[in-house]
């Protein structure tokens, strides 16, 4: 984890029928240290949260299980092709406003039941299909320019609240530890951040944690370090907006957060999956401030 001073371990003369064993053991609390930030299905399975039931099926870009292989959606019969005139806007893959505001619009009108993300995952190509097929063009999944225009002419302009909600997961109660000062105020069992300054709750965002191998460390911290577009040294991968409180965790914008949701867990760090509630907040918090994770 870039930023972590690795201290030397030991001191004076190393026999040398010990050398290689020492250098092992080194390399090993070195790797420790450090280790906890990439997201990683693979290093063993998220921490078990006993108010959060388990799906039934795999997990997608906002964490609700996809719908059963065994149960495809039928296909319309004679689909037209999208006319020559029409265009890709938007498909898998793509993040920002627009895409926020397509899932709010898709929402108004029963075609995406969570909240917005930003992010262009398997709920949205679903979603689109959805809308698609009712309309009768041709399911792709995209976001060209003809489905874009049916869809503005059946919704409204999302508001502020429709584009941006709280959280998708509704807030815990405040540990005691957080209602002084200015606190990132973490919950491992609603799931949720609440960035909060003297009791007040002032943003608020979905989180996950490391696995059960890999934990999120609980407990009272303080901001020492903050890096806008930090990318880790151990893993090669991006960590945007880190805010690091307790040795190589940090809380950080995740990509594959945003793709795949609750099916991941990072190596102990705090993933965020809003881009813009997370800049926002790497605007506002300072050094210092303190962290509060509990459950």
Known sequence: MAGIRRTRIGSGPVRRAGGTAVA????????????????????????????????????????????????????PSKSPEPGPQSTTLMASGAEGKQVRELQARLRQIGHFDRSPTGYYGTLTVAAVQSFQGKRGLSRTGRTDSLTWQKLLAMTRKPTAAELNPPTSRPLGSPDPRCMTGRVLCISKNSRTLAWMIDGRVVSSMDVRF??????????????????????????????????????????????????????????????????????????????????????
């Open 24 to 75: 092992a053991v080194t390399v090993l609390a070195l790797g420790i240290t450090t280790a906890g930030c990439r997201a990683d299905a693979s290093s063993g399975s998220p921490a078990r949260h006993p108010s959060a039931p388990e799906a039934s099926a795999p997990a997608t870009d906002d964490a609700k299980p996809a719908a059963s292989p065994s149960q495809p959606e039928p296909s």
């Open 210 to 295: 490391g696995s059960e191998y890999t934990p999120t460390r609980e407990g009272t911290f303080s901001i020492y370090w903050k890096s806008r577009h930090h990318v880790s040294t151990i893993y090669h991968t991006a960590m945007p907006y880190a805010m690091f409180f307790s040795g190589g965790q940090a809380v950080h914008y995740s990509s594959d957060f945003a793709a795949r949701g609750y099916s991941g867990a990072s190596h102990g760090c705090v993933n965020v999956r809003d881009e813009g509630k997370i800049a926002a907040l790497f605007d506002q918090v300072r050094t210092g401030d303190k962290v509060v994770v509990y459950w």
